[in-house]
C-alpha cells in the first residue's frame, strides 16, 4: 500500500520569505513522489517530481523539494515567497513495486502567501 | 504546449440519471487515469486504463462506474446511475510511455441534484 501525509492544512507565508510545505510518504518499495499544485477551479498542474539521483530537484516556477530517504519526506521549498504561488499544493507517490499505475494524492496544503 | 481537455466544465444531473464524462488525452499517451475530488477533500484515485483495459481500480470504482476508449483519442467515463454522493470535481490524466508523471486536465464539475 501506498500512502502520502501532508501535516499542514494551511501554511501562511509573508511575502519574500522562504516557504516548506511538508509532505510524507510510506511504500513498499522505491517511490516515485510528485507536487502538484491547483488554483481555483483550475486542474492540477505538475510542478516537479523525485525519481531517483539528487535528492533535491528543482521544478517549475521556483519550486524544489528535498527527497530525505531516512525520513520519508519530500517537503516542497521555495527560497522566497509570492502572492501568486498562493495555491493548494498536493503531494503524490507512485510505488515502483508491484507495477502500480496509480499515484496517491496528500490532502492537500493550502498556501497562502500574505503581501 | 499539448493539453488534457475534458468536456464539458460543468454538468448538472438528476440523481438516478446516467452521464458520461469525456476527455481528450495527450496524443501519443498510452496511461489513462480517472480521479475526483470531493469539494475541499482529497484527490481520489478511481481508475486507470492501458492497452485497452483497466489496470488498477479503487474501491469506489464500483459496478456503477466504466470507462472506455472508443476511439483513438477520447477516454470517457460513465455513471449509470447516479447518486448525490458523486457530485466531485473530476479530473482526467494521461502518462506518456516512459515518463513518470502525469498531465491533468482541468476537471468536470458533476452536481447530482
Known amino acids: 500500500a501506498q500512502s502520502v501525509a501532508q501535516p499542514e492544512d494551511q501554511v501562511n507565508v509573508a511575502e519574500g520569505n522562504p516557504l516548506t510545505v511538508k509532505c510524507t510518504y510510506s511504500?513498499?518499495?522505491?517511490?516515485?513522489l510528485f507536487w502538484y499544485v491547483q488554483y481555483p477551479n483550475r486542474g492540477l498542474q505538475f510542478l516537479l517530481k523525485y525519481i531517483t539521483g539528487d535528492n533535491l530537484v528543482k521544478g517549475s516556477y521556483g519550486f524544489e523539494a528535498e527527497f530525505n530517504k531516512s525520513q520519508t519526506s519530500f517537503h516542497l521549498k521555495k527560497p522566497s515567497a509570492l502572492v501568486s504561488d498562493s495555491a493548494l499544493y498536493f503531494c503524490?507517490?507512485?510505488?515502483?513495486?508491484?507495477?502500480?499505475?496509480?499515484?496517491?494524492f496528500g490532502t492537500g496544503t493550502k498556501l497562502q502567501v500574505i503581501p | 504546449e499539448p493539453e488534457v481537455t475534458q468536456t464539458p466544465s460543468h454538468q448538472v444531473t438528476q440523481m438516478g440519471q446516467e452521464v458520461i464524462l469525456r476527455c481528450v488525452p495527450i496524443s501519443n499517451h498510452l496511461y489513462f487515469y480517472w480521479y475526483r475530488q470531493i469539494l475541499g477533500q482529497k484527490v481520489e484515485f478511481l481508475v486507470s486504463?492501458?492497452?485497452?483495459?483497466?489496470?488498477?481500480k479503487s474501491e469506489i470504482f464500483d459496478d456503477q462506474f466504466s470507462v472506455e476508449r472508443p476511439d483513438g483519442s477520447n477516454f470517457t467515463l460513465k455513471i449509470r446511475s447516479t447518486k448525490l454522493e458523486d457530485s466531485a470535481m473530476y479530473f482526467c490524466?494521461?502518462?506518456?510511455?516512459?515518463?513518470?508523471?502525469?498531465?491533468f486536465g482541468q476537471g468536470t464539475r458533476l452536481t447530482v441534484v
Open positions: 503524490a507517490v507512485r510505488d515502483l513495486r508491484g507495477g502500480y499505475q496509480k499515484v496517491t
Open positions: 490524466a494521461s502518462r506518456g510511455q516512459g515518463v513518470t508523471e502525469a498531465f
Open positions: 511504500v513498499s518499495g522505491n517511490p516515485y
Open positions: 486504463f492501458y492497452n485497452n483495459e483497466i489496470s488498477e
